[in-house]
């Protein structure tokens, strides 16, 4: 066998293993790296949060104004014109008194905020997921649903309505902002009514 004949079968052997090669690689980046869904615009599918607030400022005014009421009132009971001093009454002035006071603290400095449920809807897995923190304060799903099985939606200025397929209310929560709205009515598409 000549030199020739050697360096043949040599660049013979690596031309074959050039292409086994190159069929397993390109087999490798087909499995590996599989052709990319279009691109999609962020501006138009936005996770929108929303929760179920509604009312809590309201509630807390009320109770912090009701704490203020009757702290002013445990005094008010030894202050008032014309009572009178009878032992047996005082003790019962006493017992009220102290009564008003601790529920009136305990009103004022009431710090506990429950947790509300939030409602996510995702516009990747194209599905309203609502959470609820449990006692750790890790976030549960309590309720997980496809957009293809809700039944309709509306969006009113303020409020958004869910109905599920047989026509009752699913979900009716409140929308903060313009942003969340446009947001929905984009992700929602063919179920706003």
């Known amino acids: 066998m000549t030199i020739a004949q050697i360096g043949g079968v040599t660049a013979s052997e690596d031309d074959a293993a050039q292409k086994r090669s190159g069929v ?3 087999a ?38 009701t704490g203020a009421a009757l702290i002013l009132c445990a005094p008010g009971l030894w202050l008032l014109p014309g009572s009178n001093l009878d032992p047996a009454l005082m003790l019962y002035k006493l017992g009220a008194s102290i009564f008003f006071a601790f529920c009136g603290m305990a009103l004022i400095l009431r710090n506990k905020v429950y947790a509300q449920p939030e409602v996510y809807f995702d516009p990747i897995r194209r599905e309203m997921r609502i959470l609820q923190k449990n006692d750790r304060g890790r976030p549960q799903t309590v309720l997980r649903r496809s957009y293809d099985t809700l039944g309709a939606a509306k969006i009113r200025a303020r409020q958004l309505e869910i109905w599920d397929v047989d026509g009752s209310v699913l979900l009716n929560i409140p929308l903060a902002d313009q942003e969340a709205r446009h947001a929905l009515r984009q992700q929602l598409g063919s179920l706003v009514r």
Do not use: T
Not at 30 to 40: D, G, R
Not at 45 to 65: D, I, Q, S, T, Y
């Open 24 to 26: 397993f690689s390109a």
């Open 28 to 65: 490798m980046r087909e499995s590996l790296f599989p052709v990319a869904s279009p691109v999609m615009r962020f501006d138009d599918h936005v996770p929108v949060k929303l929760g179920f607030e509604g009312n809590r400022l309201l509630v807390h005014a009320f109770m912090r104004f």
